[in-house]
Each structure stands twice: as C-alpha cells, then as structure tokens.
C-alpha cells in the first residue's frame, strides 16, 4: 500500500550537506498501526513527511498503492493527499477565528453542502471524540486536550485511508496524551496509522514499531 524505497534526505547548509539519512526502505501494508520511534532529532518526523508527499526525498522514491508520489507534479501530488491523506500534528493548526464546526469542516471536498448540512456528521463525529459540547465555541475557549480533538475530527472528517501523525500527543498530559492516541488508533481498524513519537508509554502493545536507527544511517 505505501512504499518508501532507498530514502534518503540531505539537507545543503552553504557549502556543506548535512544528512538525515540514507536508503531507507520501509513497506506499510493496509490497515497498519506503524509507529516510527526515535529521540528528538533522529529523522522520523521527516520520514513522515517523506512517506506523505509533503516532503520530496533527495533520493529514491514513495509509492502509495503503486502510484509513485514522488514523480508527481505538485498539484497531482496535493490532490492525492487532499482526498487519501489525513494529518495530525504536534501543533492543531486550528483557525482561531473560526468555531469547532467551521475548522472541522475547512477541508471537506464538499462545497455544495452548506455548513448546517454538515453540522449532523459532525456533531456524531465530535460525540465520538467527547467534544460534542464544543460544536459552536470557538477555538479558545478549548483546553488542549480539546483543540486536539478537534484537530483529529479535521483529519477524520474526511473519511481518509492513512492518517499520519507526526508527535500528535506531545504536547498533552499522560492522560490527554493517552485519550487522544487510543481515539486515532481505534477509529477505524482499516485505517492505516503512519505515527512518529519517542513515547512508548501511551502505546498498547499491539502496533508495529520501527525504530529510525535501527533502518537509517544516521549522520551526526
């Protein structure tokens, strides 16, 4: 399903090349949990990227479903992940001039649907995720825990195949940390997972974990 083959990304500072790391080759099959593990700094943020098409690689290549990202012109590239890819981060993104139902709601495909249409599915989704109370408030007035739901409702909403997160719970307490992670995992079990995080404490046993050091060649 998706393929990165001998990745490697370089970085150019002035004169000197600074890289990441070379000819890594990791295979992700449908329905996946996959979380890349490592300390800050070790390159699996950027291995997500890379295996999203947000990032292009200085060599080899990604494929998703036999389709090679890489070789995409931009725009075909974007459009693949617009309707196939969803993103968590470590920071929301969230419009703050905006209210919950209106950020949800900022990517969906959809424009022939006015927001009160959209409203039904999701308030259901924002239930599911515990929020439902915060359809109408607007962005700070959430907790944390909060605005991260409603990042994770952003990314759900559009019913996508891969869900790739980059440290989506970093930034919460152990127990937000472990609520926000159990809801990205346990959504949909034919979602794909593609998740980079250093902390092993909120995973429950079950995923498949890849350790960056153990399939890169790391450059200090």
């Known amino acids: ?53 947000l990032r292009l690689p200085s060599k080899g290549n990604v494929l998703y479903n036999d389709i090679d990202l890489t070789g995409l012109v ?36 959809d424009k022939n649907l006015s927001k009160d249409k959209h409203r039904k599915s999701v308030k259901e989704l924002l239930d599911n995720l515990e929020i439902g109370d915060c359809i109408d408030k607007k962005i700070y007035e959430l907790s944390g825990g909060q605005r991260q739901r409603v990042a994770i409702a952003r990314s759900l909403i559009k019913k996508p195949t891969v869900i790739f997160a980059d440290e989506p719970t ?34 429950q046993g079950d995923e498949r974990i890849v350790n960056i050091n153990d399939i890169k060649q790391l450059r200090q």
């Open 1 to 53: 399903m998706l393929e990165g083959n001998n990745l490697s990304l370089i970085y150019k500072d002035g004169g000197n090349n600074y890289t990441v790391f070379e000819d890594v080759n990791l295979q992700i099959n449908e329905g996946e949990k996959v979380i890349l593990m490592g300390p800050s700094g070790s390159g699996k943020s950027s291995l997500v990227y890379l295996l999203s098409g």
């Open 74 to 109: 931009d725009n075909k590239r974007a459009e693949i992940r617009k309707k196939e890819f969803g993103f968590i981060f470590q920071m929301h993104f969230l419009i703050h001039y905006m209210n919950v139902l209106e950020n949800v709601i900022v990517g969906v495909n």
């Open 170 to 203: 970093s930034a919460l307490d152990h127990k937000n940390a472990i609520d926000v992670y159990n809801i990205i995992k346990n959504y949909d079990k034919n979602l794909t997972l593609v998740m980079a995080t250093h902390d092993t404490s909120i995973l």
